[in-house]
């Protein structure tokens, strides 16, 4: 099971000769094909993954080397690959994409051997990878339950084995939230860090695309890859002064950790305890470690006020753009919303910004990180919404999950580590929550976590 060895360590074996990308490759889609009943992809390249192999170890002998030269990765189906379709779950007349979308054209760029695009749900609406049009992923540790969402199909995947790395976006914890109801490492990048071209402001400034590991090693390697703006980018951000895969890699320091329960204004939801649990352990586990860790809750404020006009404009204008399209009613609600309210408000939520940036910041002039739960409930039943209406789905999701969208609207890192199981078996995450382009930090203390906690060898 070459993916055990994870994307680092199948990019050093394809570099040694210890394996060829083609045998990759190949034990990659023969995972997909006999995990098939879980949903997690909705196209499978199979000839075309098999020949760019075969091209790669062409390259490989010749002695060409690149981060991902030979690795086989998956992309979410919100992204455009040249010559396959980009419904986002959405069903209309599509049209296969005629260009590679610019984190397509860097993971290409690295070598990567892209096998297939992820299931997720409707314009990444909710925390479940569930679609009338395109299927439902399912959870490898338990498929009567959802990987989350919306990044649920490339959680899955990475999960079950079936890549050893995947691209996810987060627009309100889209990437986070499967990461911690599947047990991996997520990583929210700062808004404008990855490019969304050719989404120029994807969903007004709160979707950012990421990677899904299931080490920090893995996914910083990635985020290495994907960094990087594109010149019609709203939103662009210096590169790193050192890699985040050298991040991973070296001793964060002592750190003050601020432990955060509290939710957003106007959200409410009851913390499972079996959650609250499990942060508080990882709290004490980072105690250990030599870090001051204490409780403190981020000023909030409006917050909110900054979310929804983009998230619900982003909807109507996402959905304008696809040809002919056939949306559930919860979409079409959620777009109506966009083009009556979200449009209107949306010069006021972005105005807003450094207002809520430095209130919610006053909290890193005595934290270097603050760590909250990831979801407020463990994993979702696959179909616990179905039938369900836009109000009902709206608060039941809001409800389990109240605690990643924040640091969408400021636009700030985040990565989700495990933090243990339920009693059930169940996957449970925390988040580390980071100020401005502080991504290395937040990598610095997950691997350091991780050499403590050991995640990486717990397998469905």
């Not at 980009?86 to 051997?113: I, M, N």
């Not at 995947?166 to 986070?176: E, L, M, Q, T």
Request: hydrophobic letters at 40%.
């Amino acid at each position: 099971m070459a993916w055990v060895l994870g994307l680092v360590g199948q990019a050093a074996a394809l570099a040694r000769g210890d394996v060829s990308s083609s045998e990759l490759v190949e034990e990659s889609l023969e995972s997909i094909g006999r995990q098939e009943s879980l949903g997690a992809f909705r196209v499978v390249r199979s000839e075309g993954a098999a020949q760019e192999a075969l091209d790669a170890d062409k390259r490989l002998a010749k002695g060409e080397r690149l981060p991902l030269l030979g690795v086989p990765v998956a992309i979410k189906d919100d992204t455009d690959l040249a010559g396959e379709t980009t419904p986002f779950a959405v069903a209309g007349d599509h049209q296969p994409a005629k260009r590679d979308a610019e984190v397509v054209r860097k993971l290409r760029a690295a070598g990567a051997v892209i096998v297939g695009k992820t299931t997720t749900c409707e314009l990444g609406l909710w925390p479940f990878s569930e679609s009338e049009s395109y299927g439902c992923a399912r959870n490898p540790w338990n498929p009567d339950y959802t990987p989350g969402g919306s990044s649920g199909g490339s959680a899955a995947a990475v999960a079950a084995g079936m890549v050893a790395g995947a691209v996810g976006s987060d627009g309100a914890g889209s990437i986070r939230i499967p990461a911690a109801w599947t047990g991996l490492v997520g990583i929210k990048p700062q808004r404008g860090r990855v490019s969304g071209y050719p989404q120029t402001d994807p969903f007004n400034g709160i979707t950012v695309w990421g990677p899904l590991a299931r080490t920090v090693e893995d996914a910083a390697l990635l985020l290495d890859v994907l960094s990087g703006s594109h010149p019609e980018d709203v939103y662009q951000v210096d590169a790193p002064v050192t890699p985040f895969a050298e991040a991973a890699r070296r001793e964060p320091g002592k750190l003050r950790i601020a432990v955060s329960f509290r939710t957003a204004f106007g959200v409410s939801g009851k913390l499972d305890p079996e959650i609250r649990e499990a942060v508080e352990r990882l709290a004490r586990r980072l105690t250990d470690l030599g870090h001051k860790v204490f409780p403190a809750d981020p000023d909030y404020g409006l917050v909110g006020l900054g979310l929804i006009p983009r998230g619900t404009a982003g909807v109507a204008d996402w959905l304008e753009s696809l040809p002919n399209p056939r949306p559930d009613h919860r979409t079409e609600v959620e777009a109506r919303i966009g083009r009556v309210v979200g449009k209107r408000l949306l010069p006021l939520a972005k105005r807003m910004d450094p207002h809520l940036r430095r209130k919610v910041g006053r909290i890193f002039q005595f934290a270097d990180v603050v760590m909250t739960p990831t979801t407020a409930r463990p994993p979702l039943r696959v179909g616990a919404f179905d039938g369900a209406g836009y109000q009902r789905t709206q608060s039941g999701v809001a409800a389990a999950c109240p605690y990643a969208w924040t640091w969408n609207v400021l636009g700030w890192p985040g990565v989700n580590v495990p933090a243990g199981f339920t009693r059930t078996g169940l996957p449970i995450g925390a988040q580390l929550l980071g100020h401005d382009s502080d991504e290395a930090t937040l990598i610095s203390l997950a691997a350091q976590l991780e050499a403590l906690e050991g995640w990486a060898e717990r397998r469905p």
